[in-house]
């Protein structure tokens, strides 16, 4: 009897991880920090500490780059940081503004070596939080980055003017370049409906089912959201 009560809750507990592991995903900032952004530095450090605080941190790992000229790219948050949300803010909040001329191409390919750490069998999305202006030529290594598996590509600025064109070619479609201030919560929403039944699924039956998502790889259950 014991024995079963034992099986079960393995069974349960394994069914479980795989439930919340149907929609995980990690994510990784490139965060712009030359001169053209200077005014709104704070507003985009606020974003993106809105995003982190409003997603699951249990479920994703967190990469953050931040970015100025041709040489001046860091990494200051790495995939393999188990760092609690506290620490986490706080170093979010204190990310270094670096001022210069800006080059997003350079930064890009910087962030395609930085992906290799990336969680291979879960989407990781990748937040560009810039201006979209840049002294380099943003195209090829946009293309190259975006050749990689398993991306969801987005762009937010919240700054005024902004660079639509090439904040599209980083994000790769218009629809995933979000502006303003609730740029933040959109993004969130839209990393989350990834993981939610479609409307038509929500209105055939009253309580949510648990049925195959299409939008995700391997999905199991709506668990985790
Ligand atoms: C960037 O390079 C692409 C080709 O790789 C070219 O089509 C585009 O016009 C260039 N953009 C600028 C702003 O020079």
Redesign the pocket.
């Known amino acids: 009897m014991r024995l079963l009560i034992f099986l079960t809750l393995i069974v349960t507990f394994f069914w479980k991880s795989l439930g919340t592991n149907a929609c995980q995903s990690d994510l990784l900032f490139l965060i712009d920090s030359s001169g053209s952004v200077h005014e709104k530095w704070t507003l985009q450090l606020e974003s993106v500490s809105n995003i982190i605080s409003k997603l699951d941190l249990l479920n994703e790992k967190i990469s953050v780059i931040v970015y100025a000229s041709k040489m001046k790219q860091r990494t200051k948050i790495r995939f393999d940081n188990k760092l609690k949300t506290e620490d986490l803010q706080k170093m979010i909040k204190e990310l270094p503004f670096f001022s210069g001329i800006t080059a997003t191409g350079a930064a890009l390919r910087f962030a395609k070596k930085e992906l290799e750490n990336r969680r291979k069998h879960l989407k990781t999305n990748v937040v560009f939080v810039t201006d979209g202006f840049s002294y380099d030529?943003?195209?090829?290594p946009a293309?190259e980055l975006h050749s990689l598996s398993d991306l969801r590509l987005f762009a937010i600025s919240v700054n005024e003017p902004n660079n639509q064109?090439?904040l599209e070619i980083l994000a790769g479609t218009p629809e995933r370049v979000l502006k303003g201030t609730k740029a933040s919560d959109r993004l969130v929403e839209m990393i989350r409906n990834e993981c939610q039944p479609k409307m038509s699924d929500q209105l055939s039956t009253k309580e949510p089912t648990v049925s195959p998502l299409k939008s995700c790889k391997k999905s199991q259950q709506i668990d985790g959201y």
């Open positions: 030529n943003v195209t090829e293309k064109e090439d």
